[in-house]
């Protein structure tokens, strides 16, 4: 009944536009992260394939995109979501199985990331990029020896932190300097996260997405929750910067390439994912924003400065690292709720 | 008699459509997600799930932070209507295109644009410092999102009191003023029962928008200031959860209708002021 309503009331309103769209070209509809690839691929793409025409869409976090994908009746072919968004999507049948037979360059990406836990057999997904969760900091204003997600948290940094708004990472990182997983599952623990978080507000000197990147830029903030890629990013146009992977461990992700079960236009979106998966445009991709390539051949052609960067953390690092995992829709909406009032509590 | 009412009909046709369409339907649907759960059955738990002291805060500053930036919209809209409404101001058609230009950018880019003035090393600042002044943290805090709110919507008070001054006969004015009435007798039982009318829309332009902006609490409140706005675009865009984002911003409607409705028969009540 909610499903019929909301798409009489979106097939009217679209209706009325779609004349515009048909021009006989295939329309690949890509929704990817914001700030998470070489705009000119795109352009490269459809000069190979010119029957196509990407349409190319960006969100903000995991979240937005799956509240986007489950209830808006606009049907996306590729999504590069993250590792538990991916298992999430898997279990719940949301996922077309790849056909890797249109996919060869899937033998570039080096092997060891593949078949990772939140798709086993390796079905769904080609990875795209992998990076860490740190903190940029302006090594003018910040000097520590050791970084721990404690500093986060530590009254010294009043008005000093650009957090990161994103569900998980805020959460996670609180749990974590409280001494718990990445993944707790545990209510208590999460009310002890929120209370955290709620607590930290006269440390934080904005909460920001990839708005973040720009301040730091500009030297607004002494330190930010960063992801590695923005991270390196940042730190290429700001000399002063500077990134650090926590000691007590941090979070390990793997964003890869999807197709909807809905798409419309598989065979087009696999072509896309093979392309993607070119050494020149992967490394045209790495070298863009900044984040870790699973690419063989990309890696192996980095610059030696790059390939020994926080963008490629040794292994002890790695291990200590947490991958995020699906957690279930019961302890998800737990998640949910406990956001909301953390949102309300400022 | 019948043609008029036939053409009558027809030119409201496409209106209709887009009332229905754009109004009613959604606020249907909107209604039929706040009193259903996830199973679609009816249920009041999207409201009770409001009644906790950290939703009810903020939706108090909200109102309270709305109601302060209509206060000073009026304060300071309520002059310049009146400047542009009389004859003493000779570049009036200066004053309302620089009123009205800004209202050519998008309401986005115009908040944005305040970032780059007002951040630590924004403009503001720098030039304090060059100053030798201390460095202001402007942003991020209850001043920010009132000014945002001042800033964006001021307009939107100042035209509708402009019109309905406009609308005052001078001779009323010159009648006050022959039988003895002074400038500010004038003011006060002529012009302003009079713009009653454009002083109630522009509080309802200011007021509505400002209770339910989000955008403004997160680019000038730094994320720091929630207000009831981003709450319900978080339930809608991030958690998914459409039946409690619905229920509160049924609950925000009820609450703007009410306060327009006190504002309203508190004008009624001000016409018996009139001769």
Known sequence: ?346 | MKKNNLLRAVALFPFLIWIILLIVVPVILIAYYGLTNADGVFSLDNFRQFFQPNYLRVFGRSLYLALLATVICLLVGYPIAMILAGNTFKRKTLLVVLLIAPMWMNFLLRTYAWLTLLEGNGVFNTILQSLGLPKQAFLGNVNAVVFGMVYNFLPYMIFPIYTSISKIPKNIIEAAKDLGGGNVICFFRIILPLSVPGILSGVTMVFVPGVTTFVISQFLGSGKITLIGDIIEQQFMHAGNWGFGAAISIIVMIAVVLCMWLVNRFSDDSEVIMP
């Not at chain 1, 049948?93 to 037979?101: H, I, K, R, T, Y």
């Not at chain 1, 769904?124 to 997600?149: A, N, Q, R």
């Not at chain 1, 209510?187 to 934080?204: C, F, H, I, P, T």
């Not at chain 1, 998800?332 to 309300?344: G, L, N």
Request: hydrophobic share 40%; charged share 25%.
């Open chain 1, 1 to 346: 009944m909610k499903k019929i309503a909301l798409l009489l009331c979106l097939v009217l309103c679209f209706s009325v536009f779609s004349g515009c769209s048909n021009s006989g070209k295939t329309v690949l509809r890509v929704y990817n992260w914001g700030e998470y690839i070489d705009e000119s691929v795109i352009k490269e793409f459809e000069k190979r394939f010119p029957d196509i025409r990407v349409q190319y869409e960006t969100y903000t976090d995991n979240e937005i995109m799956y509240t986007k994908i489950t209830n808006s009746s606009t049907k996306y072919d590729v999504l590069i979501p993250s590792d538990y968004m991916i298992e999430r999507l898997i279990g719940e049948n949301m996922l077309a199985p790849l056909n890797f037979d249109n996919i060869p360059n899937y033998s570039l990406i080096d092997n060891k990331y593949k078949n990772l836990d939140f798709d086993p057999e390796n079905k769904y997904s080609v990875p795209y990029m992998w990076g860490t969760l740190g903190i940029l900091y302006d090594k003018t204003k910040v000097h520590e020896e050791h970084f721990t997600w404690e500093m986060l948290f530590d009254g010294k940094y009043a008005n000093s932190i650009l957090m990161k708004k994103d569900m998980r990472d805020a959460l996670g990182v609180s749990l974590k300097s409280l001494g718990y997983s990445f993944n707790s599952v545990d209510a208590g623990e999460l009310n002890a996260a929120k209370d955290r978080l709620s607590a930290q507000k006269n440390n934080v000197l904005a909460y920001v997405n990839d708005d973040g990147m720009d301040k730091m830029i500009a030297g607004e903030a002494p330190m930010a929750l960063m992801y590695s890629g923005d991270a390196a990013y940042c730190i290429s146009e700001n000399d002063n910067l500077a990134f650090a992977i926590p000691e007590d461990g941090s979070n390990l992700f793997f964003d890869s390439m999807v197709i909807p079960a809905n798409s419309e236009h598989k065979d087009a979106a696999e072509k896309f994912i093979n392309f993607m998966c070119e050494k020149e445009i992967a490394e045209k991709n790495a070298n863009e924003i900044g984040y870790s390539t699973p690419h063989t051949g990309v890696y192996e052609a980095l610059p030696a400065e790059v390939k020994n960067s926080f963008a490629y953390p040794e292994t002890d690092i790695l291990e200590k690292a947490e991958i995020y995992k699906y957690l279930g829709e019961e302890i998800t909406s737990m998640y949910e709720r406990v956001w909301s009032e953390f949102q309300a509590s400022l």
